[in-house]
């Protein structure tokens, strides 16, 4: 068994994808529409082939104002990016860029090189080798 893709549902749709693809490498397909359901969407895939689903439609709901706070359902979407260099560069040119670091780069108790950065709509990202 795999994981076929992870989607998130997004606001702002060509932000999240240009975040995506700058950072992560991510190569985006077409875009798809569906102008009846007032929905959009992308399938971005890594060198791996692993897939992420962007997606948005005017009907979804806001974002609670404590978004960043533990809740149920999915914590975070982790990324492999092969070495603690990486780790350690990649972190600093999102700091650059503006994203907002909830965890520096550190070796973790259960044995992963990792950080934490919050994407453009707050979703949490761990960088990790």
């Known amino acids: 068994m795999r994981i076929e893709h992870v989607a998130i549902w997004t606001y702002e749709l060509e932000v999240m994808r240009q975040f995506y693809s700058q950072y992560f490498q991510m190569k985006p ?7 009846e359901k007032e929905f959009a969407s992308y399938f971005l895939e890594s060198e791996s082939g692993c897939r992420l689903e ?15 706070l ?6 975070h979407l982790a990324i492999s990016v092969g070495s603690e260099e990486v780790v350690n560069e990649l972190t600093e040119k999102l700091r650059q860029g503006g994203f907002r670091i909830v965890g520096e780069p550190r070796w973790t108790g259960d ?11 707050e979703n949490r ?3 990790t080798i």
Do not use: H, Q, R
């Open 125 to 127: 990202i761990e960088i």
């Open 54 to 68: 962007l997606m948005t439609m005017k009907k979804i709901p806001p974002k609670s104002a404590f978004s960043t």
């Open 29 to 35: 397909g077409k875009k798809y529409v569906n102008a």
């Open 70 to 75: 533990p809740k149920l359902g999915l914590a």
């Open 111 to 121: 044995g992963y090189y990792e950080s934490c950065v919050l994407d453009p709509e």
